[in-house]
């Protein structure tokens, strides 16, 4: 298996199997991190999530959508240094319409089902990010950038 193919794999498998990331926006005062629950479309060409309209998340988003996603799967050991990855999702937030919103609500309540509420809250936004390519490190310091053009779904 190619160096690109494991890449897709560990990416694949990161955006199904951590339920949190750490969104970065830019607002007026500079860069912005949040930790958001996020789902992810068949494809890997989009990871959803939610947030009330009066963060600054949402405010920065609103003046600027490029975003970045970090996820994940570190345990706080001295073990990550050789075991954890991280993948940063590199792309643009928007709202979804609301032809694709319940769809898409749908999925992210199959990944979430304790955030239903907060998800139907008439205060929140669903928003959309499209990604353009992920940044995978491995290892502590090995990277691999999986464009969104590369297919990353290992199944097809």
Do not use: W
């Amino acid at each position: 298996m190619s160096r690109e193919d494991t890449a897709r794999n560990v990416v694949h498998r990161l955006l199904r199997g951590q339920q949190l990331g750490v969104l970065s926006t830019t607002g007026e005062n500079g860069p912005y991190a949040s930790l958001v629950a996020f789902s992810v479309s068949d494809d890997n060409r989009h990871l959803f999530f939610v947030t009330p309209r009066s963060t600054r998340k949402f405010a920065n988003i609103t003046k600027e959508a490029r975003v970045a996603l970090l996820i994940n799967n570190s345990i706080n050991r001295p073990e990550d240094f050789h075991q954890a990855a991280a993948v940063t999702a590199v792309g643009s937030a928007a709202l979804l319409n609301p032809s694709e919103r319940d769809a898409m609500r749908d999925r992210y309540l199959d990944k979430h089902p304790y955030l239903e509420e907060f998800a139907h809250s008439p205060s929140c936004e669903f928003l959309a990010i499209q990604v353009d390519r992920y940044i995978l490190v491995e290892r502590f310091q090995n990277v691999t950038e999986v464009r969104i053009d590369d297919e990353l779904d290992p199944s097809n």
